[in-house]
């Protein structure tokens, strides 16, 4: 059973706000079947329909790079470690030896009994020239993983492509899934080329080249937004912010035909996707904090604010800390679909500067507060602050949320783990504060 823990120094402790709401289940303390060093989490985070959470980490094993599968069960306690990426690979005898799987990159999207992972063999693809993009272009390629929830394995949906991989010297940032056609849909990186695949049938239905342009010279969104009209949303975005508009492109699976001229959006890429389940209002949100409602009629994305206050986003710190600007990496829309809930976190360097044996600065980056977005006043409320956790961590991941409500969130670098969080116990706990 996962220990109760609340978020202070090293994450061991009680936090005198929310101690009961809020819950870190660490995953590294698992043991596995491999030497794989479990080390980061970029959003891959799911649940199946009996409220049993998915998470991936990548992390070294000697010379290589796996991934390892972990799931927590919300109902009992119980956490287990699945199986690795390359282990699930080779008993498909579809491994290359030599072989990299850095990341499973994507959230795991759960359909017809099954979750789903996209994996990515580099590490960081960005810049023509860039030694990421080098990796990149020296990596094997794209494959999709899934786990059987009924037969309890994981397998590999790439095993029949002809050269074993979606997409040669590709991988996969982003997945989704689209019920009402049984389809699976991945967005690859570098290029941002779609995979349409037919999970009832486990066939491709079809693959939808990149802009060949965008090699190297923009980012690719880490959300591709399936619509209930039948659309298929994403963007790029360009190196830096100032360089330009975002492009964000339009495949409509009635006509088969994407969009000629890419659309202009903010150039900040998406990184949080939330999809309302009453009417299919697609919510999107990018590090920055800007939070989107996505007309999916209209094809225009409308900006609703920020996701995190004006006062935390002047923020720059103190005599001892000077402070980056706020980031968020996922979104969570709430029970009755009045509200957005999002973790803002922020890297902090101390001053003057302190040098570690590496010869780098020590830098912190911790979560700052979980922030609540009402989408009728539109405007945004601070639910819980976070105590200093003296640390180095990232926190991702979206709309991953139990029968309960309770929101779960990857935690990696400093701590490996999910963060459980009751958010109406906390906002029961501010009302009576208020």
């Known amino acids: 059973m996962a ?8 994450l061991i402790g009680r936090v005198a706000a929310g101690d009961d709401a809020i819950e870190f289940i660490p995953l590294d303390d698992l043991k596995l079947s491999s030497t794989l060093q479990v080390k980061w989490c970029w959003n891959a985070t799911g649940i199946d329909a009996q409220d049993r959470v998915y998470a991936v980490y990548g992390g070294p094993w000697g010379d ?3 991934c390892a599968v972990f799931r927590y069960d919300a109902r009992t306690g119980n956490k287990e470690f699945l199986g690795t990426a390359i282990e699930t690979l080779k008993a498909a005898e579809n491994y290359h030896e030599g072989e990299r799987v850095e990341k499973g990159h994507t959230h795991l999207p759960f359909l017809d009994g099954k979750i789903f992972i996209g994996t990515q063999g580099f590490h960081f693809a960005s810049g023509a020239n860039s030694p990421g993009m080098r990796d990149a272009l020296n990596s094997r390629g794209a494959h999709i993983l899934g786990y059987d929830t009924q037969a309890e394995r994981l397998f590999d949906l790439s ?10 010297q590709r991988g996969f940032i982003a997945l989704t899934v689209m019920p009402s056609q049984n389809l699976l849909i991945g967005l690859t990186v570098p290029q941002g080329d779609l995979l349409l695949y037919d999970v009832s049938k486990d066939r491709v239905l079809s693959k939808v080249a990149g802009v060949p342009s965008a090699l190297g010279t923009t980012r690719i969104s880490r959300e591709v937004v399936a619509a209930r009209n039948s659309k298929i949303y994403w963007m790029y975005g360009p190196l830096k912010p100032s360089d330009g508009p975002g492009q964000m492109y339009v495949y409509d699976l009635n006509s088969g035909q994407r969009n000629s001229e890419p659309i ?8 949080g ?9 697609v919510y999107l949100s990018d590090q920055p904090g800007h939070l989107y409602r996505l007309d999916t009629n209209s094809d225009r994305l409308e900006t609703l604010g920020r996701l995190v206050p004006e006062a935390e986003l002047a923020n720059e710190g103190n005599a001892m800390m000077r402070f980056s600007p706020p980031v968020v990496q996922g979104i969570y829309l709430s029970t009755d679909e009045k509200r ?12 003057p500067p302190v040098i570690q044996e590496n010869g780098k600065p020590k830098r912190f980056r911790e979560p700052i507060a979980l922030y609540a977005f ?5 405007e945004v409320r601070e639910v819980h602050r976070f105590p200093r956790w003296n640390t180095f961590c990232y926190v991702t991941g979206s709309n991953v949320k139990d029968t309960e409500g309770n929101l779960y969130f990857a935690v990696h670098a400093g701590k490996k783990g999910l963060m459980k969080v009751n958010v109406e116990e906390l906002r029961t706990q501010q009302k009576d504060i208020d």
Not at 159 to 167: L, S, T, Y
Request: net charge negative; glycine share 8%; charged share 20%.
């Open 340 to 351: 957005i809930y999002a973790i803002a976190s922020r890297e902090m360097t101390p001053l």
């Open 374 to 378: 009402d989408l009728g006043s539109r």
């Open 159 to 168: 095993r029949h492509e002809p050269a074993g991989v979606f997409f040669d």
């Open 273 to 281: 996707q939330a999809i309302a389940p009453s009417d299919g209002s």
């Open 264 to 271: 202009a959006v903010d150039p900040w890429c998406w990184n």
């Open 64 to 66: 290589l790079t796996d």
């Open 3 to 10: 220990t109760r823990l609340l978020l202070v120094g090293a």
